[in-house]
């Protein structure tokens, strides 16, 4: 897993703090030509992975990276499923059988079980997940994805539910049929933690928010330092500014110090804020004894 993950919260208009900032952001990024400039910028500060949602957008992302493999040696996307949203429109749309239909490609085989009339409740779900993975996957088709995730809203839900399952039949299916590994985000790690154990997903990947104000953390902060020193897992950090909550050098240098923590996720809008981000984390792990998170890159044109 690469050290340092650059998000797209600002692509899509997600700011927790400032709804005025979201949408001046959601604005700008209208144009798919912003999206790639600041991937590009965020390439040149040594970044190389994305990891994001399944907007429809994204999609368009991919395309450009498919076009341009000689510009983005090495880079990664990191999958993030499924995209909430989607699925409210297409259901408040369409309805619940009628969203499947929309959402599944082609004339799959839960597309004929529709039209035969079987109810949704009598469905193979382990099937019916499997084909909802696929069908989000295909804008990643012929792209580097060694990780795949679970939103936070749906490993919540799950969570809340006690349909344990469903974390078992999401990371057998991303192992088989695309040969990554599972990861999950959550908002409460150590209950997440505890129950990925339970049901015999060892040293799991859980991306949570890690922060110095404990900012969207359930359990306090001293249950997550505790569960990140001294549990066996892969931490990565999201929300590490708490939405700009915390001064970035103070931010860096918190997340740093917890040195277990596997992985770093922030999202920027200008180059700028991208390779400051970056020198900070290389100053901060080479003090607490880690090392530079990236090699010394030499910036590139964009195409």
Known sequence: ME?????DNQFFGVNHMSEEKARAQAMRFQDIREIIKTLDNAYDA???VFMCTT??????????????????????????????HKYANAVT???????????????????????????????????????LIDAE?????????PIIFIQNVVTDLILGLGAYDAF?????????????????????????????????IENPIICANINKIAFRT?????????????????????????????????????VCEQKNIEALLFGASSAGNIRNTVD??????????????????SPQVSV
């Open 168 to 200: 078992r039949m999401f990371a057998d299916h991303v192992k088989a049929k695309y040969n990554a590994e599972p990861g999950f985000i959550t908002m409460n790690l150590p209950r997440l933690l505890d129950v990925l154990e339970g049901i015999g």
């Open 280 to 297: 900070l984390i290389n100053k901060y792990d080479a003090q607490f004894g880690r090392g530079s998170a990236l090699a010394a890159v």
């Open 46 to 48: 040594g970044i190389r």
């Open 55 to 84: 907007h429809e957008r994204v999609g368009e992302v991919c395309d450009h990276f498919r076009a341009n493999p000689d510009r983005y040696p090495g880079f990664q996307f990191y999958p993030c499923m499924p995209y909430a």
């Open 93 to 131: 749309e369409y309805g619940m059988t009628g969203a499947l239909s929309k959402l599944l490609p082609g004339e799959s085989k839960i597309g004929s079980l529709l039209k035969g009339g079987l109810s949704l409740a009598r469905m193979d779900m382990e099937s019916l997940a499997g084909m």
């Open 3 to 7: 050290r340092i993950l650059f998000g």
């Open 218 to 254: 359930a359990g306090g902060l001293d249950n997550y330092e505790k569960t990140i020193a001294e549990r066996k897992f892969r931490p990565i950090a999201m929300s590490i500014f708490a939405s700009g909550a915390i001064p970035a050098t103070e931010a860096v240098e918190y």
């Open 137 to 145: 996957m295909q804008m990643f088709n012929g792209l580097s994805t």
